[in-house]
């Protein structure tokens, strides 16, 4: 069965620093994408970065990064020079073929980041 | 166009109604997927249509059915809810031969009385 876990249920970051959103996960699906979305208070779920399981070097979108470590099962987002539009939701999810033909997405339990001035 | 639209944004109904909810999107996309989401909690999936067929139900209870009338629309038809169903409901797509992101619209607040 496929695992996403978010151990850190909240966070705070100051304006203009740099903060690491933690993601494990577990799978024994070869082939697998990792995926990190951001749900601000008005709830839409907003696509910030993918990592391929087969992908070599770690993703970068922007200031968004995914520290993607194959061996510990670990994909943790870094957001970098926060600014306070950063403050929502960030789900952790992951895809994987299912039986039949197409894909699933299963999330993690999110964790709320918090950008003070 | 790289949307994809919900409607109605809010809906409060009665347990004994029937109510639909409605998803668009214009960007050729051939999967569409609802999830439902409690407040506070991660979304969960119900249900996945692949080439306007169903390819994946969650095991979600009949008084929610999905409905694909074409490639660009995705409904779900509620009737006879409990106060338990209310909750967010987000419908995405994703291109199958394509990007491997999910778009998502901005969801349908749902409340059951």
């Known amino acids: 069965a496929q695992k996403i876990t978010q151990t850190q249920p909240g966070m705070f970051v100051q304006e203009k620093e740099a903060v690491t959103l933690d993601c494990t996960y577990d799978?024994?699906?070869?082939?697998?994408?990792l995926f990190w979305y951001k749900q601000p208070s008005s709830g839409e779920m907003i696509f910030l970065i993918y990592?391929?399981?087969?992908?070599?070097q770690n993703a970068t979108e922007g200031r968004y990064s995914l520290n993607f470590q194959k061996a510990r099962k670990s994909a943790n987002l870094v957001i970098s020079a926060s600014q306070l539009g950063d403050s929502a939701m960030y789900f952790c999810?992951?895809?994987?073929?299912?039986?039949?033909?197409?894909?699933?997405?299963?999330f993690g339990t999110g964790t709320q980041l918090k950008v003070e001035l | 166009d790289t949307e994809v639209t919900q409607t109605p944004k809010h809906l409060v109904m009665g347990m004994t109604n029937k109510k639909s909810l409605k998803c668009e999107q214009h960007?050729?996309?051939?999967?569409m997927y609802w999830y439902k989401q409690k407040a506070k909690k991660p979304p969960e999936l119900m249900f996945v249509?692949?080439?306007?067929?169903?390819?994946i139900n969650e095991s979600v209870p009949s008084r929610f059915s999905p409905e694909c009338p074409n490639s660009s629309l995705l409904n779900l038809h509620l009737h006879a809810l409990q106060p338990e169903d209310s909750a967010l409901y987000l419908c995405?797509?994703?291109?199958?031969?394509?990007?491997?992101?999910?778009?998502f619209g901005s969801g349908t607040q749902l409340s059951v009385l």
């Open positions: 799978t024994s699906d070869p082939s697998y994408g």
């Open positions: 249509y692949s080439y306007e067929k169903l390819s």
């Open positions: 960007m050729g996309h051939r999967a």
């Open positions: 990592q391929g399981s087969y992908d070599q």
């Open positions: 999810a992951m895809r994987n073929p299912v039986q039949g033909g197409g894909n699933k997405l299963t």
């Open positions: 995405a797509s994703r291109d199958r031969g394509g990007d491997e992101k999910l778009f």
